[in-house]
């Protein structure tokens, strides 16, 4: 019964697992693949150490979006598309000042 308490205490985020895998495998890269929504998300600081995460795997991140046909595409689809490059846009500044020091 005590065990079962501690676990359901205990939390574990992404950038704690990555710690640990990065840890136990020094050698390997490792890469997110997120849908858009999560992506959007990330990027947008509502994960808990979202800027560890992003740091951790390097700005790797693999990002899969529902496949719309723009002719037939609803304006969520098309706000979550534009939604998706502003955060491509933010990354890439966030990696090019990593790397301008």
């Given at each position: 019964f005590?065990d079962?308490?501690?676990?359901?205490s205990?939390?574990?985020?992404t950038?704690?697992l990555?710690?640990?895998?990065?840890?136990?495998?020094?050698?390997?890269?490792?890469?997110?693949?997120?849908?858009?929504?999560?992506f959007i998300?990330?990027?947008?600081?509502?994960w808990?150490?979202?800027?560890?995460?992003?740091?951790?795997?390097?700005?790797?991140i693999?990002?899969?979006?529902?496949?719309?046909?723009?002719d037939n595409?609803?304006?969520e689809?098309?706000?979550?598309?534009?939604?998706v490059?502003?955060?491509?846009?933010?990354?890439?500044?966030?990696?090019?000042?990593?790397?301008?020091?």
């Amino acid at each position: 019964f005590r065990d079962e308490e501690h676990k359901e205490s205990i939390r574990v985020g992404t950038a704690d697992l990555l710690t640990m895998l990065i840890t136990d495998e020094p050698n390997l890269e490792f890469t997110l693949a997120l849908g858009a929504d999560t992506f959007i998300d990330l990027v947008n600081g509502k994960w808990r150490r979202s800027e560890d995460v992003l740091q951790l795997v390097e700005y790797r991140i693999v990002v899969f979006r529902r496949l719309v046909e723009e002719d037939n595409a609803s304006s969520e689809e098309l706000k979550q598309h534009d939604e998706v490059k502003e955060c491509i846009a933010k990354l890439q500044q966030r990696v090019d000042s990593t790397t301008a020091t």
